[in-house]
């Protein structure tokens, strides 16, 4: 996991992990606040409190619907008008593999297929506005089903907005590509933690610098074997 703010210490990316209802679930939150520094991270401080509020709430379209509702309704957050924020959430089961997830027009996950050695887009067609846009709003969900050494990377849009020193964006589809050339380094398994560094290092080399204009979140899991624990492995 890798998470960079751009402006100090406090960044408007929210990443979190839990266990829900019998243990045997785990839901992953990546959210997104439009904005940088203290004014973003007191609106994801709020979307970390309503995901405690919801966290029984194993349906990950109808967790959105529920935090789209009274995201808006809270008002001014300490004087902190509310703004914008996109995110991904997503619900895995740990005895079946199953991974349900939904988004409010946050970029897509990427999924590696341990069984051919391919990464691909999950959530193609998927439709959901921001949080906050407009009450009511539904959202759709899909379903895929982890095999033991598959991938699933959730991420900000730093790293696909970023660009290079002539103004170039890197795009989904640069990032995609960038995420199969540094996994092919590899031997596999490849640990998470370097995996993740060294596809940081490739979009700071695209960017041409250390520094980023936006947050910064990677998040990395992967299904553990049968004979290891249940719960995804985070990097």
Same mark, same amino acid.
């Given at each position: 996991?890798?998470?960079?703010?751009?402006?100090?210490?406090?960044?408007?990316?929210?990443?979190?992990?839990?266990?829900?209802?019998?243990?045997?679930?785990?839901?992953?939150?990546?959210?997104?606040?439009?904005?940088?520094?203290?004014?973003?991270?007191?609106?994801?401080?709020?979307?970390?409190?309503?995901?405690?509020?919801?966290?029984?709430?194993?349906?990950?379209?109808?967790?959105?619907?529920?935090?789209?509702?009274?995201?808006?309704?809270?008002?001014?957050?300490?004087?902190?008008?509310?703004?914008?924020?996109?995110?991904?959430?997503?619900?895995?089961?740990?005895?079946?593999?199953?991974?349900?997830?939904?988004?409010?027009?946050?970029?897509?996950?990427?999924?590696?297929? &341990? #069984?051919?050695?391919?990464?691909?887009? %999950?959530? +193609?067609?998927?439709?959901? @506005?921001?949080? !906050? $846009?407009?009450?009511?709003?539904?959202?759709?969900?899909?379903?895929?089903?982890?095999?033991?050494?598959?991938?699933?990377?959730?991420?900000?849009?730093?790293?696909?907005?970023?660009?290079?020193?002539?103004?170039?964006?890197?795009?989904?589809?640069?990032?995609?590509?960038?995420?199969?050339?540094?996994? &092919? #380094?590899?031997?596999?398994?490849?640990? %998470?933690? +370097?995996?993740?560094?060294? @596809?940081?290092? !490739? $979009?700071?080399?695209?960017?041409?610098?250390?520094?980023?204009?936006?947050?910064?979140?990677?998040?990395?899991?992967?299904?553990?074997?049968?004979?290891?624990?249940?719960?995804?492995?985070?990097?």
């Amino acid at each position: 996991m890798i998470a960079l703010p751009s402006e100090g210490r406090e960044g408007g990316d929210l990443y979190a992990l839990f266990s829900c209802g019998d243990h045997r679930f785990c839901r992953m939150v990546l959210a997104d606040a439009v904005g940088h520094g203290y004014t973003a991270s007191e609106v994801v401080r709020q979307v970390h409190a309503l995901l405690h509020k919801y966290n029984d709430v194993r349906d990950p379209s109808a967790l959105l619907a529920a935090l789209n509702e009274d995201f808006p309704a809270a008002g001014d957050i300490h004087g902190v008008p509310l703004r914008l924020t996109t995110a991904v959430t997503a619900t895995y089961h740990c005895d079946t593999g199953e991974f349900n997830y939904a988004y409010a027009a946050h970029p897509r996950m990427l999924e590696w297929r &341990a #069984r051919n050695g391919r990464w691909g887009v %999950l959530g +193609e067609g998927l439709d959901g @506005l921001p949080l !906050g $846009v407009i009450s009511g709003e539904l959202y759709s969900q899909q379903s895929v089903k982890l095999e033991p050494g598959d991938l699933v990377m959730a991420f900000s849009d730093a790293l696909t907005e970023v660009e290079s020193p002539d103004g170039t964006e890197l795009t989904a589809e640069g990032f995609l590509e960038l995420a199969e050339r540094t996994m &092919a #380094r590899f031997s596999q398994p490849a640990p %998470l933690d +370097e995996f993740s560094r060294e @596809l940081l290092a !490739g $979009v700071r080399h695209y960017h041409g610098s250390d520094r980023f204009r936006d947050d910064l979140t990677l998040l990395t899991l992967r299904r553990r074997s049968q004979e290891q624990d249940q719960a995804p492995e985070p990097g």
